[in-house]
C-alpha cells in the first residue's frame, strides 16, 4: 500500500487511531487527526508531524483516504461526507492487513468475531498457538492494535510474529473490504449493536464480512444464525457440545474431539474430560472454536491440548473472586448483553445475580424468563434497570429484587451521585451477601454495558472485586 506523500485523515484518537497514526507516519504519509475533542495523544502525534484539524463535520480538502475508529458510525457527518466524495473510508484493521509484509511469508490471521466470547476465544487460539512453539498473539479488538502487530520486527529485522489470532468487532468488519484470514468464526450472532448498525440484519451481515474471502468457516452449530453463516460456504466446520459428526469437533465422554482436520475418521482426541479449567457450556464452545481455527492453520492435536489444558480464563470473565461464608461471588462483567449474560447465568445452578447499565435497545424479556428458576435474588442497578424490573415481575415474580439507585439518570459515568461508581458497588455487593445462602453463586454478569455508571466493564468488575474482598 503506498502511502508516501498521500493524506489521510485519522478520525478518532483512541488506541486504534492513534496506533494508525503513528504507522502512517513512518510510512512517509501526510496525516490529519480529528475527534469530538482535541487528546492529549494529539500533540505528541503532531511533534511527530501530524496536523490537527479539530473537530471536524466535513472531509478537509486533499483528503485521499480516511481511517476511522470503530466506534464511529457510518452516519457520522464525516463519514457521510466522505463517502458522498468517493473518498474510501477504512478501519484499522483494513488499514493493518494492507500494510501486512507481503513480500515475504505474511503472518496468517486465524479471525474470530460473535456477539460474545470473541475474547475468550481468541485468548484461547493464543495460548494453543504458543503451546505449538509458534510466534503468536492475539491482537485486534484484544490486546495489541493489528497496525502495530503487523509492523513489528524481531531483533533480526524479520515480522515479529508468525500467527496472529485475531479479535474483529462488527464495527471493525463494516470498515474492512479485503480482510483473507486463513481460517474464521462466527461463534453466534445475536441481538446487539443495532442501534450502531441501524437493524440486526446490518449487523448479522457485518459479522458474515470475516467468512467472505477465508478459506474454512467455523461456526457453533447450536446457534441457528451463525450457522446459518457457514452453511453456505465451501469448507463449512462447526462445533458441537454433543457428539461432533462428520466436519464437526464436539464433546464424547466430556473429552474434546476432532472430527474436522484430523485422519481419523472415529475423530482425534483433543483433550481430555476434565482437562478444560473454565467452567460453563459456552467457554467449551469456545474451546471447540478456537481448537477449529488452529487445526485448519495445521497446529497438531497435542499442541492444541496442551494449550488448552494451561489456558485460565481472561480478566473479568467467568473469574471466581472469593468464596465466603459457603457462597461464591463471580466476576463476569464482561456479559455487556443478554446473550452473554445468559451463557454465563447457565453455568451456574442457584444464583444472586447482580444486573443492570445500558440495554443498548436489547429485549431482556427471553433471558430473564430463561433464567428465572436459577434465580435466588437480583440486585440491581444502572439507568435502564426499569426493564429488567417489569421482566422479573412477568417471569419471576417470587424472586427478592434489590434495585440499587446510583445517579446514572444524569449519564455521570464513572462519578455516581450516590457517593461514587465503587460506593454504588458497595452497596451492590453488601445486598447481594444478605440474598445470598450457602451454595449460592454471587454472579456479576449485568446484561448490559457499563458507561452510566463505570468507565467500562473492567471498571465495573473491579469494583465488583474490590467490594467483595471489602466484605471479609
Known sequence: MQLRNRTVLVAGLGVSGAAAARVLLRRGAR??????AERPVAAELAAGGAAWVGSARALPEGVDLVVTSP??????????????????????????WRLRDTAGRPAPW?????????????????????ADGRRAVAAGNVGRPLVETVTATGDDGAPAY?????????????????LAPAAAAVLNVADDHTDWH??????????????????????????????????????????????????????RSGALVDRAFGGDPAGELLLEAGGLRVPGPHNT???????????????????VGRGLAGFR????????VATLDGVDYVDDSKATNPHAAGASLAAYPRVVWIAGGLLKGADVDPLVAAVAPRLAGVVLLGRDRAELVRSLARHAPSVPVVEVPSGD????????????????????VAAAAGLARPGDTVLLAPAAASMDVFTDYAHRGTAFADAVRGLR
Open 31 to 36: 496525516v490529519l487527526l480529528t475527534d469530538d
Open 71 to 96: 466506534g464511529w458510525r457510518p452516519d457520522n457527518p464525516l463519514l457521510a461526507d466522505a463517502a458522498a466524495r468517493g473518498v474510501e473510508v477504512i478501519g484499522e484493521p483494513e488499514l493493518a
Open 110 to 130: 486465524l479471525a474470530v468475531t460473535g456477539t460474545n466470547g470473541k475474547t475468550t476465544t481468541v485468548l484461547m487460539l493464543e495460548a494453543i498457538l504458543l
Open 162 to 178: 508468525d500467527t496472529l489470532a485475531v479479535e474483529l468487532s462488527s464495527f471493525q468488519l463494516h470498515w474492512s473490504s479485503s
Open 198 to 251: 441501524g437493524s440486526f440484519v446490518a449487523y448479522r451481515d457485518a459479522k458474515a464480512r470475516i467468512l467472505e474471502r477465508s478459506p474454512v468457516a467455523v461456526a457453533d452449530a447450536g446457534d441457528p444464525v451463525a450457522s446459518a453463516l457457514v452453511a453456505a460456504h465451501p469448507r463449512p466446520v462447526t462445533v458441537t457440545l454433543g457428539e461432533p459428526g462428520p466436519g464437526q469437533l464436539g464433546v
Open 285 to 303: 464452545v469456545d474451546a471447540l472454536a478456537a481448537a477449529a481455527l488452529a487445526r485448519a492453520a495445521g497446529v497438531p492435536a497435542a499442541a
Open 313 to 320: 480464563g481472561g480478566a473479568h470473565r467467568n473469574v471466581r
Open 409 to 428: 439518570d444524569e449519564g455521570m459515568a464513572g462519578r455516581s451521585s450516590a457517593g461514587g461508581a465503587e460506593e454504588v458497588m458497595r452497596r451492590v
